[in-house]
C-alpha cells in the first residue's frame, strides 16, 4: 500500500494567518491526491483535487500543489469556519489510502 | 442537488455480518463510482471499497475477504456486507459519490453520507 504521511499532525493558528500542510507519498503518485476538510461529527468535503485543481465552491483561499511524492494545502488566510481537520488521500492505486490527518486549531 | 441517505444495524456482535444501504436521490446513478469510507471513534479515514451502476467493483485489498458491494439501479441504491466483524469493525461508515469531471482520470469523494455509526461488541 502507499502510505501517505500528513506534517504536521496538530497546528496551532490565528484568522489570518497563512497555514500550510504537507503530505508525503512512500512513492510518486503523480498528481493522484485529494484533500479533504472535516468538521467534527460532519462528513468530510473535498477541497481539491488532482493536487491542486480547487473544487467548485471552495474559496479561493485554499490552494494546492505538489507532484511525485510531495504535497501541499496552503489557506492563504484563515478564517473561522476553517478550523477542522485536513486529509489528504491518493487515488493512484488501491487501497485509495488518506493520511492521518492534520487538527487546525485556534491558537 | 444529489442527496445520498443511507441506514443500517447500528450495534452488531463480534462475527456477524455488517449491512449498510445508501441510497442516491436528485442525481444521476450512472457515471459515477459508489463508494464506502469508515472512520473508527476518533481516528482518520479508511477506504473500503466502490462499485458503478454496471457492477463494476474495486475493493480495499485488506477487507477484500469479507467484502461485498453490490448495486440495484432500479431503486439507484448500493450496500455493502462485512462478514465477520470484530471490535476494530467499530466505526462511522459513510457512503459517497466518486465523481471525476472533466478530462480527470480518477474518481474522488464529492458528495457524502451523513454517516452511519456502528459498534461491534458482545
Known amino acids: 500500500d502507499i502510505q501517505l504521511t500528513q506534517s504536521p499532525s496538530f497546528l496551532s493558528a490565528s484568522v489570518g494567518d497563512r497555514v500550510t500542510i504537507t503530505c508525503r507519498a512512500s512513492q510518486g503518485i503523480s498528481s493522484d491526491l485529494v484533500w479533504y476538510q472535516q468538521k467534527p461529527g460532519k462528513a468530510p468535503k473535498v477541497l481539491i483535487y488532482a493536487a491542486s485543481t480547487l473544487q467548485s465552491g471552495v474559496p479561493s483561499r485554499f490552494s494546492g500543489s505538489g507532484s511525485g511524492t510531495e504535497f501541499t494545502l496552503t489557506i492563504s488566510s484563515l478564517q473561522p469556519e476553517d478550523f477542522a481537520t485536513y486529509y489528504c488521500?491518493?487515488?493512484?492505486?488501491?487501497?485509495?489510502?488518506f493520511g492521518q490527518g492534520t487538527k487546525v486549531e485556534m491558537k | 442537488q444529489v442527496q445520498l441517505q443511507q441506514w443500517g444495524a447500528g450495534l452488531l456482535k463480534p462475527s456477524e455480518t455488517l449491512s449498510l444501504t445508501c441510497a442516491v436521490y436528485?442525481?444521476?446513478?450512472?457515471?459515477?463510482?459508489w463508494t464506502w469510507i469508515r472512520q473508527p471513534p476518533g481516528k482518520g479515514l479508511e477506504w473500503i471499497g466502490e462499485?458503478?451502476?454496471?457492477?463494476?467493483?474495486n475493493y480495499n485489498p485488506s477487507l477484500k475477504s469479507r467484502l461485498t458491494i453490490s448495486v440495484d439501479t432500479s431503486k439507484n441504491q448500493f450496500s455493502l456486507k462485512m462478514t465477520s466483524v470484530t471490535a476494530a469493525d467499530t466505526a462511522v461508515y459513510y457512503c459517497?459519490?466518486?465523481?471525476?469531471?472533466?478530462?480527470?482520470?480518477?474518481?474522488?469523494?464529492?458528495?457524502w453520507g451523513k454517516g452511519t455509526t456502528v459498534t461491534v461488541s458482545s
Open positions: 462499485i458503478n451502476h454496471g457492477g463494476s467493483s
Open positions: 488521500q491518493q487515488l493512484n492505486s488501491y487501497a485509495r489510502t
Open positions: 436528485g442525481g444521476s446513478f450512472t457515471g459515477y463510482y
Open positions: 459517497a459519490r466518486g465523481n471525476r469531471p472533466g478530462v480527470y482520470f480518477y474518481y474522488y469523494m464529492d458528495v
